[in-house]
Every structure is written in C-alpha cells, then in structure tokens.
C-alpha cells in the first residue's frame, strides 16, 4: 500500500480495536490531511460519546495504543482530540521508490476484477452530434481507461440512436436528393443540416410527409430496399463519428457500437417478460410501467412507455431491453451510463423498472453519470454565432488552428508545429471537460482551454514535456533513475507525499467515476514539481543527492504521463 491516508487509517483501525474492542474495529478512523502534521484522525471525537470517557481521554487511549513507530515520526494529541500523525522521512523516501519501481506505478488492482459497461458517447444518426455529445465522449473515454487500467473487464457500448420513425423521413429526403450525394453528406458531417431539410419538407409538404409515414412500417417491418437505405445512411453517418473520434483519439471501434436498432429483435421478449412478470400494464392502450415513487403532475404516477398505444417501440423500451442484455448477456457487475443530465429522470425510472423485473439486483449496479451541459459564452446551449448547432469536427479543427497560435512563437519546423498543435489543441479541449465535476455546467470557452497557465491541459502537457527535457538535457534515460530517493528539502518531502497519492487517486475516479479528481491530482503534483524545481537544483548535484532528485523527478514524469493517459490528454514530444 503506497497512499499514507490509508496506511494510516489501517494502522488507527487496529489502534481502535485494541483500545475499545473488536466492535470498534471497524469504526472510520477519520484520517484527513492537516495543518499541523501530514494527517489527523478525528476519531476521538466521535468516539467519546459512545464511550463515554472525554475526547481527549480517548485520543490518549489511541495514541498509547497505535502501533506506527515504522511508519511516524511523531503522533500527538492537539485540541479537543484530534491526533496528529506526521510521516517519517525515511518511510515516505522508502515508499516512492517502492512506487518507482512498480510497473503498475503504485496503482493498486481492483480484486475481484469487476465487469464494467460503459455506456458512452452515443450520438444519433439522425440528429445533431452536439457539444454535449463531445463531454459524453471524453469523459466515458476516460472511465472505460480507468477500468481497464484497473484491471477490470470493460465493455464499451456506444448507444448510438440508429433507429426510430424519423427514418421514414430520411429515406424519402435521400431518394429525393440521390444517394450518392446524400452519403458524401453525411460523411462529412452534414447530417444535422439534412435532417432540418427534411423536417422542414415534412412540416410543409403534405405529399412527403405521407410518404415518410408510410416508410416507417416498410423499414420497420424488414423491408429490403428500406433497410438497405437505412444501412447507407448508418454507414455513412458511422463514417463520420469515427473522424471525430480519431480527432479526439478516443478508444470507441465499430466493434463498440450497440445502437439502439441492434435490441430491435429482442424488443417483443422484452414487453412479454415484463407483462408475464406483472411489472407491465396496459394503460389507455400503451404497455406501461409504473414504477414506485414516481409521480407526476396531481400526483398521478408516471408511466414508463413500454409499448405506445400504436404498437411502437421507443427509447424507453430500447433502455429496458439494453439493462436486461447488459447483465445476462455481457454479464455485467456495474453499468455506467454517461449521459447529459437531463435524462436523469429517465435512467431513474428505467433502473427502477428494471429492479422490479428482477433484471437489475444487488449483484449488479447501474449508476447514471450525468453529464452536465456545456454553455456558450452568453450562459446559453453552446451554439455557432449564426444560431446553429455546431459541427464538431469543425470545432475541434478550430481547436487545434487556436492552438497552433498559442504556440506560433515557438521555433518548430512545419511539420511538427502542425503536430504539436493537434496534439496541445486536443488536449485542452479534453481536459477542459475533464476538469470541472461532470454533472456541473461549463462555458466552453477557447482562451481559458488553451492558456499556457493554471489548471489546463497544455499546463499539464507543457510540465510534462518539461521534465522529460531535464532527462534530455542531462542527456540520461528516466528509465535509469531509480536507485535512491532521500528526503531533504521541505519541497521534496511534499513532492513524494503528493506522489504517493496516486494510486488511490485512481482507485477514486473508479469508484466515483470523477474523472476530475484526477485532474485536480495532476495540476497538483504538477505545481509541487515546480515547487520543488524552484528550490533545488536537479542535474547539477552531488551524488547521492543527484540520483535522488533524479528518481523524483522520474516518479514525477511516470505518475504525470500515466495521469494523462488516463485522461487520454495526449503529450507532446516538444512543447
Ligand atoms: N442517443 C442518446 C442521446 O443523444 C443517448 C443514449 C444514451 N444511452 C442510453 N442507453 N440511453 O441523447
């Protein structure tokens, strides 16, 4: 075990068990950093009532009975009965370059491996690839990495929205068009301006708008020549998430799509299961669910729309099929759905149903992560000036052109000063979505992703490539600099503490899928680097000293390269 909250916290535990009892054994220990030591356990506080002697009576008792001689250097009673502890030098020297040399970098594995879905990205075929889409994305991207570098089995399934009557609407507007022009649209990204036209043709001609009905039942019904075109159309629009995708370098492949048309089959089960079970009524003619606790307005309770009354199928019934699929079929333990926030109330009723159909148990969690909305600069839906949705490979190019001038200064030849770009223009972006808590709004805003200062991604991938040219520079290989670590300055002492956090770090964004713990964790070893860099000289030391500041400084780069990976912050050979 490598973060020292938990060293401690473990060491505390057996205190509490032996001062108080094995019923106290497992009582939270408290520990929380402090100001006066490295850590304190609040404990005593809590504990006094429950044992009735005085707080600090019960943090004497603790202190007398904690065993940690090897790994505190001091354990005190200040205040009321707070105790602090403060890490041995040697302890903390000793774990750093343990954490150096794990391969794993001091992350721990999850045991027993968990199967993890992530439900992640899932754009619509047939709608607008919005911003919002983009935060799905990246922060789904970051989760399924984290899983996997945890050692759990992680399954992506890109939810897109592939299906639904709006298909008839957009065949007929194909046939209309061409195919062939059509296509070459959609792959380039055109296809919230193709579905506008054809909603547009739909409001205003009656004669498409009954041909477009009348698709419907055609495609839905398996009709060759309809699904065909549907097929084109997915294809095509597919083509185009995958551009967007490689811009960003997320991890998603055709072989993670599971789109709502693929449960299309198993939709009829899915309504004769639930009414076989009695989770599903008819109701004014639609199959719904009622699940407990949901009411709307005059208290009525809400229906979750199974079947509708015309004997179609919708999201809801696609959402109840995928729970069921997820845990019998991909046989999952945890299900995240990285979805904007405002499909809150939906997941809610969906896991609900799913519970009372015996499709979700305690064995299997499903956890809606929201993902909050991304705003323009007016506090509005982030839009293009002209009002439209904006295209996001657009976007994302503008991204990389803002970024090639944050670094037109630098002395790069053509070719890398283009690489550099996308790779600085990429990141910022991701970790502007990135460092903010998911279910919170955010302004997307170029010139505060981009700055070269504060709690940004080039900060990060600027630190990054800056310590990787200590190496360069001293002309020497951070492969090699692990033989010794010492604490002497202040500075080094807080730059292996912080170091050591890794690990749990990781463990966190895991457990509270927040990939902005992580975000928080880099920017501050990042700033306890530069602490520390301030203050001691690196190459031109005196052994031992120069090895050590070495290795830190090895640690420093392992934990801030794998952090990014983490994030999928790309990192820039120059900067
Ligand atoms: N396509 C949906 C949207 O754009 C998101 C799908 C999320 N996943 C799910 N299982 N419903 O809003």
Request: glycine share 8%; aromatic share 8%; proline share 4%.
């Given at each position: 075990?490598?973060?020292?909250?938990?060293?401690?916290?473990?060491?505390?535990?057996?205190?509490?068990?032996?001062?108080?009892?094995?019923?106290?054994?497992?009582?939270?220990?408290?520990?929380?950093?402090?100001?006066?030591?490295?850590?304190?356990?609040?404990?005593?506080?809590?504990?006094?009532?429950?044992?009735?002697?005085?707080?600090?009576?019960?943090?004497?008792?603790?202190?007398?009975?904690?065993?940690?001689?090897?790994?505190?250097?001091?354990?005190?009673?200040?205040?009321?009965?707070?105790?602090?502890?403060?890490?041995?030098?040697?302890?903390?020297?000793?774990?750093?370059?343990?954490?150096?040399?794990?391969?794993?970098?001091?992350?721990?594995?999850?045991?027993?491996?968990?199967?993890v879905v992530v439900d992640y990205s899932a754009?619509?075929?047939?709608?607008?690839?919005?911003?919002?889409?983009?935060?799905t994305?990246?922060v789904g991207?970051?989760l399924?990495?984290?899983?996997?570098?945890?050692?759990?089995?992680?399954?992506?399934q890109?939810h897109?929205?592939?299906?639904?009557?709006?298909?008839?609407?957009?065949?007929?507007?194909?046939?209309?068009?061409?195919?062939?022009?059509?296509?070459?649209?959609?792959?380039?990204?055109?296809?919230?301006?193709?579905?506008?036209?054809?909603?547009?043709?739909?409001?205003?001609?009656?004669?498409?708008?009954?041909?477009?009905?009348?698709?419907?039942?055609?495609?839905?019904?398996?009709?060759?020549?309809?699904?065909?075109?549907?097929?084109?159309?997915?294809?095509?629009?597919?083509?185009?998430?995958?551009?967007?995708?490689?811009?960003?370098?997320?991890?998603?492949?055709?072989?993670?799509?599971?789109?709502?048309?693929?449960?299309?089959?198993?939709?009829?089960?899915?309504?004769?299961?639930?009414?076989?079970?009695?989770?599903?009524?008819?109701?004014?003619?639609?199959?719904?669910?009622?699940?407990?606790?949901?009411?709307?307005?005059?208290?009525?309770?809400?229906?979750?729309?199974?079947?509708?009354?015309?004997?179609?199928?919708?999201?809801?019934?696609?959402d109840?099929?995928a729970v069921?699929?997820r845990?019998?079929?991909?046989?999952a333990?945890r299900m995240l759905y990285v979805v904007g926030a405002?499909q809150a109330?939906h997941f809610q009723?969906i896991f609900?149903?799913a519970?009372?159909?015996?499709?979700l148990?305690?064995?299997?969690s499903a956890e809606h992560i929201k993902i909050?909305?991304?705003?323009?600069?007016?506090?509005?839906?982030?839009?293009?000036?002209?009002?439209?949705?904006?295209?996001?490979?657009?976007?994302?190019?503008?991204?990389?052109?803002?970024?090639?001038?944050?670094?037109?200064?630098?002395?790069?030849?053509?070719?890398?000063?283009?690489?550099?770009?996308?790779?600085?223009?990429?990141?910022?972006?991701?970790?502007?979505?990135?460092?903010?808590?998911h279910?919170?709004?955010?302004?997307?805003?170029?010139?505060?992703?981009?700055?070269?200062?504060?709690?940004?991604?080039?900060?990060?991938?600027?630190?990054?490539?800056?310590?990787?040219?200590?190496?360069?520079?001293?002309?020497?290989?951070?492969?090699?600099?692990?033989?010794?670590?010492?604490?002497?300055?202040?500075?080094?002492?807080?730059?292996?503490?912080?170091?050591?956090?890794?690990?749990?770090?990781?463990?966190?964004?895991?457990?509270?899928s927040?990939?902005?713990?992580?975000?928080?964790?880099?920017?501050?070893?990042?700033?306890?680097?530069?602490?520390?860099?301030?203050?001691?000289?690196?190459?031109?030391?005196?052994?031992?000293?120069?090895?050590?500041?070495?290795?830190?400084?090895?640690?420093?780069?392992?934990?801030?390269?794998?952090?990014?990976?983490?994030?999928?912050?790309?990192?820039?050979?120059?900067?």
């Amino acid at each position: 075990m490598f973060d020292p909250q938990l060293v401690l916290a473990e060491r505390v535990q057996q205190a509490l068990g032996s001062a108080f009892g094995s019923e106290y054994a497992d009582a939270d220990p408290l520990i929380r950093p402090s100001q006066f030591a490295d850590y304190q356990s609040n404990v005593a506080l809590s504990l006094a009532k429950r044992v009735r002697r005085s707080p600090r009576d019960v943090a004497q008792a603790l202190v007398d009975a904690i065993k940690a001689e090897d790994v505190c250097a001091s354990i005190e009673i200040s205040g009321p009965g707070f105790v602090n502890l403060t890490l041995r030098d040697d302890w903390i020297a000793a774990h750093a370059l343990r954490q150096l040399t794990d391969p794993e970098l001091g992350i721990e594995p999850n045991t027993p491996a968990e199967t993890v879905v992530v439900d992640y990205s899932a754009p619509n075929a047939a709608k607008e690839m919005h911003v919002g889409h983009l935060r799905t994305t990246i922060v789904g991207d970051c989760l399924a990495r984290v899983h996997e570098r945890l050692g759990d089995r992680v399954i992506r399934q890109n939810h897109i929205g592939d299906w639904g009557t709006q298909f008839g609407m957009l065949i007929e507007h194909l046939l209309d068009l061409g195919e062939k022009s059509t296509l070459a649209r959609l792959a380039a990204g055109e296809g919230n301006a193709f579905y506008q036209e054809a909603r547009a043709k739909f409001d205003a001609d009656p004669v498409f708008a009954e041909r477009s009905r009348r698709r419907v039942p055609l495609l839905q019904g398996g009709d060759p020549e309809s699904l065909r075109l549907w097929q084109k159309f997915i294809d095509e629009t597919v083509k185009y998430f995958n551009r967007v995708y490689g811009q960003l370098g997320v991890t998603l492949t055709d072989a993670d799509l599971a789109g709502e048309s693929m449960y299309n089959a198993m939709l009829d089960e899915t309504c004769a299961e639930l009414e076989r079970l009695g989770v599903a009524t008819m109701s004014e003619g639609a199959l719904c669910v009622f699940p407990p606790g949901f009411t709307g307005r005059d208290d009525q309770p809400l229906p979750l729309i199974i079947r509708k009354s015309d004997g179609g199928y919708g999201y809801a019934t696609t959402d109840m099929t995928a729970v069921r699929y997820r845990v019998r079929d991909l046989k999952a333990d945890r299900m995240l759905y990285v979805v904007g926030a405002d499909q809150a109330l939906h997941f809610q009723m969906i896991f609900a149903a799913a519970r009372q159909a015996g499709w979700l148990t305690d064995a299997a969690s499903a956890e809606h992560i929201k993902i909050g909305m991304v705003l323009g600069a007016d506090g509005r839906k982030f839009r293009t000036r002209s009002g439209e949705s904006v295209q996001l490979s657009a976007l994302l190019d503008e991204a990389v052109e803002r970024a090639s001038a944050v670094i037109a200064d630098r002395d790069f030849g053509e070719a890398d000063r283009e690489k550099i770009a996308r790779t600085v223009g990429m990141g910022a972006v991701k970790y502007a979505d990135l460092s903010v808590s998911h279910d919170s709004e955010y302004v997307f805003d170029f010139d505060r992703m981009l700055a070269l200062t504060g709690d940004t991604g080039p900060y990060l991938q600027y630190a990054t490539t800056r310590i990787r040219s200590i190496f360069r520079k001293g002309g020497l290989d951070p492969e090699q600099a692990r033989g010794t670590i010492e604490i002497g300055d202040p500075t080094e002492r807080a730059l292996a503490l912080q170091l050591l956090g890794f690990g749990a770090t990781v463990r966190q964004v895991g457990e509270t899928s927040e990939p902005h713990r992580l975000c928080a964790y880099l920017y501050e070893t990042a700033s306890a680097y530069t602490a520390f860099y301030e203050k001691c000289q690196v190459l031109n030391t005196p052994e031992p000293v120069l090895s050590s500041r070495l290795a830190l400084t090895a640690l420093t780069l392992g934990v801030l390269e794998t952090g990014l990976g983490l994030l999928g912050v790309p990192i820039p050979e120059r900067m």
